[in-house]
């Protein structure tokens, strides 16, 4: 008991000290990265996330800690991906296009917040379930059976929690996510909920 309330101390400490630096000084590090002009960035966003991933301790027992740290790189990843490709590509609020008559339905602030929460929380969801679709089958498929004593071990969609098919998973799956969440302000644009002054937008 003593030692797992020492290691939430210290894990809420260290969080504290993380959250302090980042919103402090990381920015600086992180703005010129993500509206750097070159393909080297997403190499180096994914190359930097799939070794945290590959050196993260491995539990004595199958345990969700590495799956859930997956998806949080994953969260980080896809959102500066996102952030990078938009400021990359230039690309217009809206991607350019209105489409007009959609804002007339909604004429409080209180209608249009929970309009952008609405189209948000469907985005979210309609890409985590199409994910999941398509990258499991594709990792089931990929993965080498791994042996317990003579036993070989294959995953399927029933056993797989837990396990590297599972983080792999995770962080394909909030990478892609978290890149359709960037862009969920503009679908917003586009729909009348959001106005072009409402967006920043990186300029060159």
Same mark, same amino acid.
């Given at each position: %008991?003593? @030692?797992?309330?020492?290691?939430?101390?210290?894990?809420?400490?260290?969080?504290?000290?993380?959250?302090?630096?980042? &919103?402090?000084?990381?920015?600086?590090?992180?703005?010129?990265?993500? /509206?750097?002009?070159?393909? !080297?960035?997403?190499?180096?966003?994914?190359?930097?996330? !799939?070794?945290? +991933?590959?050196?993260?301790?491995?539990?004595?027992?199958?345990?969700?800690?590495?799956?859930?740290t997956a998806l949080v790189v994953g969260t980080c990843v896809g959102t500066a991906l996102g952030v990078w490709i938009y400021h990359y590509w230039q690309?217009? /609020?809206?991607?350019?296009?209105?489409?007009?008559?959609?804002?007339?339905?909604?004429?409080?602030? &209180?209608?249009? +917040?929970?309009?952008?929460?609405?189209?948000?929380?469907?985005?979210?969801?309609?890409?985590?379930?199409?994910?999941?679709?398509?990258?499991?089958?594709?990792? +089931?498929?990929?993965?080498?059976?791994?042996?317990?004593?003579?036993?070989?071990?294959?995953?399927?969609? &029933?056993?797989?929690?837990?396990?590297?098919?599972? @983080?792999?998973?995770?962080?394909?799956?909030?990478?892609?996510?978290?890149?359709?969440?960037?862009?969920?302000?503009?679908?917003?644009? %586009? !729909?009348? !909920?959001?106005?072009?002054?409402? +967006?920043?937008?990186?300029?060159?």
């Open positions: %008991m003593a @030692t797992i309330t020492f290691d939430v101390v210290g894990g809420f400490l260290l969080s504290v000290g993380i959250v302090t630096i980042w &919103t402090r000084y990381l920015r600086y590090v992180i703005d010129p990265i993500i /509206t750097y002009p070159s393909i !080297l960035i997403p190499t180096l966003l994914f190359g930097v996330a !799939l070794v945290s +991933l590959y050196s993260h301790p491995q539990p004595p027992s199958p345990n969700p800690a590495i799956a859930e690309l217009p /609020t809206g991607f350019g296009y209105k489409l007009v008559g959609v804002v007339n339905i909604f004429s409080d602030a &209180t209608s249009l +917040l929970v309009a952008r929460f609405v189209i948000g929380a469907i985005v979210v969801a309609l890409i985590r379930e199409f994910s999941k679709r398509i990258f499991l089958p594709l990792l +089931l498929f990929c993965y080498t059976p791994t042996r317990s004593g003579n036993k070989k071990i294959v995953y399927n969609k &029933t056993n797989y929690k837990y396990t590297p098919v599972d @983080t792999a998973l995770k962080f394909l799956t909030y990478t892609a996510v978290s890149f359709a969440v960037v862009g969920a302000p503009h679908l917003c644009c %586009m !729909l009348g !909920l959001f106005h072009e002054s409402d +967006l920043v937008v990186f300029v060159k």
